[in-house]
């Protein structure tokens, strides 16, 4: 019952918000410089479980139109929701007349601190970057020119069909090679871990916030796991 009372009362709260945001006028901003790639391929299915806990854009409304947006311009997750244009100047590879689309931020673009920000680390703050969906950057420019390395010191994954009381207070990963590296929470379910693990099995120890038991789950991703997929683990809390 005591659930009940709680989903009513965020229900109601919810409302009164869209009330009062809907009697605000919107002011667009003014155009200032920033920096474009893209992520995933024509299908934008990379986007699928953004940060920012959408979930499927694609049928929440978002369509491909969609970017993973720089801490600095994400701003710990207030700049979700948020909608930007975007237009191609001052390179071969914009289209003629420099098109301009609006895309709305969906996920975090996370900073790569082992590379220089002008060569790899293209998230790092303080630049303000959009990792737009491929199919919204070939609307401004030639794919060609948003081509850049993937980053492969941050992982991100999701803790789901949680036993027990269901929640989860801390998140552990362990690579074969590797002793146990604390993650840290980013997003509803998400937990990220800013390490280079490709090539390693993947372990992780998962901490109750409610009882604090905590399950070893050992092994739960083989060295050749892939982004974007589920692993199932043999354990839960009970």
């Known amino acids: 019952m005591a659930f009940s009372k709680v989903l009513l009362i965020l229900s109601t709260f919810l409302r009164m918000v869209t009330i009062a945001i809907a009697k605000q006028k919107f002011q667009a901003s003014q155009w200032s410089l920033a920096h474009a790639t893209f992520y995933g391929d024509e ?55 420099s098109p301009i689309i609006a ?30 969906s491929k199919p919204a950057f070939m609307k401004i420019a030639e794919w060609r020119a948003g081509i850049i390395p993937g980053n492969a010191y941050w992982l991100l994954v999701y803790v789901m069909n949680v036993g027990g009381g269901g929640d989860v207070g801390s998140v552990w990963v362990k690579g074969s090679n590797t002793g146990w590296i604390s993650m840290t929470h980013n997003w509803g379910v998400s937990y990220q871990a800013f390490t280079a693990l490709a090539g390693q099995s993947l372990s992780f120890k998962i901490t109750s916030y409610a009882t604090r038991d905590t399950v070893v789950a050992w092994h739960v991703a083989p060295p050749d796991w892939s982004v974007g997929l589920t692993y199932d683990a043999s354990v839960n809390f009970y």
């Open 103 to 132: 895309v709305t931020a969906t996920n975090l673009c996370p900073p790569n601190w082992a590379q220089d920000s002008n060569n790899g680390g293209w998230c790092n703050p303080p630049r303000a970057h959009s990792d737009m």
């Open 43 to 97: 299908s934008a299915s990379a986007t699928v479980g953004g940060a920012c806990g959408y979930g499927n854009p694609f049928s929440n409304g978002y369509g491909t139109n969609t970017a993973a947006l720089s801490s600095t311009l994400l701003n710990d997750g207030y700049g979700c929701g948020t909608c930007y244009q975007i237009r191609c100047t001052g390179s071969t590879a914009c289209y003629g007349g």
